[in-house]
């Protein structure tokens, strides 16, 4: 994707200012504190092995430096069934969504990401239904520019 998005901007210069947006399925940095594993076999697997052995970005770093030498302003990814957000250096917000199938026991989420054009700054709602039916969606929180 790398030299996909190097080609464009060589082609077309206006490219290199368009908002930029990362999405991937693989969560780019680690969780800091690893969800609770729902079932007995990612139990077991946590205990035998570091909790992201087998589900971990492969040459994350790699990645995450071009994101902040491209000037990359939001990650998206899934992957992981708990929503969460964290910052890669001062400027790129990443968000992940959740589960919203309500995969493996956890509550249906959805996000909802905005930039703010006068600010370039992204704020994200997450939502969330813990019965897991889709019919009770609430704010569970809101976050804004830092």
Known sequence: MAAAYNEAVSKDGGVAGYT???LVHHHPLPFENEPEPETGYQRLLQRIFQPDKF????NADDFNKWCL???ITLILHGHK???RQSKL????????CGSTTGVEN???????VTLNDASDQW???FYMDENGDGGGFEVQAV???S
Do not use: N, R, W
Not at 89 to 96: K, N, Q, R
Not at 106 to 112: A, F, G, S
């Open 69 to 71: 030498k491209q000037k």
């Open 123 to 125: 704020s994200v709602t």
């Open 143 to 145: 976050t804004l520019p």
């Open 20 to 22: 930029k947006i990362a």
């Open 89 to 96: 250096g001062d400027e790129t917000l990443i968000v992940g």
């Open 55 to 58: 589900v971990e970005f492969e």
């Open 106 to 112: 956890t509550p249906m989420c959805y996000d909802i």
């Open 81 to 83: 069934h708990f929503p």
